[in-house]
């Protein structure tokens, strides 16, 4: 990169709009000034050990980094239109973090941001922490792997979505979502998965009251089923559960084999159940 910028505060409006082929090092985004949109329409900056106090501070950037940096609560609504973007070892702590972004990376980094990640789309979210009332709303491409997070409403309106190696600690996730896979990881929740269509769980730890009603062709391969009762009403499914489950309700179609169930419940179905329930 051509220029540098080091150990400076900037606080005035749009302080550093539309820097090119830049590396900001060690700058204090914060000031009386209360200044916004710090570095509108940049291209090709990289930002290490910056750290973020006011509003709206990377809007329409193409081609960015941030390593080491941290935005608080004032900075809302951080990122947003953003596209080629690499985020390491960041805080991300304002409220809306990440709205309508494109092809971006995060390793390394903690994010506590109520609606985060809305309208994206090929998103990538590794070794990170997670906490956020509706995570990922309306996005579509995104995977993530060896995260934690802790939600409420997580993975709505999604398309293809891929979860490896985490903990996912939220209420009912993957609803409307369609071609969701999750592997080898733990889904703790309430009404999981409601109305999705697609979804695949392999080698995964489900807990939850009333799980994965209404789905559309859904997959459980060699899962586990911790208070899990009135499961799969009204849903098509194949599954396959090492283990005991507490009770099924009403599955629409296809099969769920598991170790044992508590109770099989078949009355009073709004719609014709074919579905089938065996023990090994």
């Known amino acids: 990169m051509a220029k540098i910028i080091c150990n400076q505060t900037f606080d005035a409006e749009r302080a550093l709009y539309h820097l090119t082929d830049t590396q900001v090092e060690r700058c204090l985004f914060e000031g009386p000034a209360d200044g916004e949109s710090a570095l509108k329409e ?15 501070p990377l809007w329409h950037v193409r081609g960015f980094q941030l390593k080491g940096c941290s935005m608080n609560d004032k900075a809302r609504a951080a990122i947003w239109y953003a596209e080629q973007g690499l985020m390491q070892d960041c805080h991300l ?32 979210v590794n070794d990170s922490q997670l906490e956020a009332e509706y995570l990922f709303l309306d996005s579509k491409n995104v995977t993530l792997k060896n995260v934690h997070m802790k939600g409420k409403y997580s993975f709505q309106y999604m398309e293809n979505l891929i979860i490896e190696d ?6 009912d996730a993957f609803w409307h979502s369609k071609n969701v896979t999750v592997k080898n990881s733990t889904v703790k929740g309430e009404y999981l998965a409601w109305f999705s269509e697609g979804l695949t769980l392999m080698n995964c730890r489900i807990i939850g009251t009333q799980p994965l009603c209404y789905c559309k062709n859904l997959k459980l391969v060699d899962c586990t089923m911790e208070g899990t009762d009135l499961a799969f009403e009204y849903s098509d499914v194949q599954a396959t559960v090492i283990g005991h489950i507490d009770s099924v309700k009403n599955p629409r179609s296809g099969c769920i084999t598991a170790d044992s169930v508590g109770e099989i419940i078949t009355e009073d179905p709004v719609m014709e159940c074919t579905g089938k329930v065996n023990t090994r």
Not at 95 to 111: F, G, M, P, Y
Not at 166 to 171: A, E, G, P, R, V
């Open 166 to 171: 985490s903990i996912l600690d939220t209420k």
């Open 42 to 56: 940049v291209r090709n900056v990289a930002l290490v050990d910056c750290h973020f106090r006011l509003r709206y």
């Open 93 to 124: 702590g304002g409220i809306k973090a990440l709205r309508e972004c494109h092809d971006i990376r995060l390793n390394h980094c903690t994010v506590v941001s109520p609606e985060f990640g809305w309208k994206c789309s090929d998103i990538q």
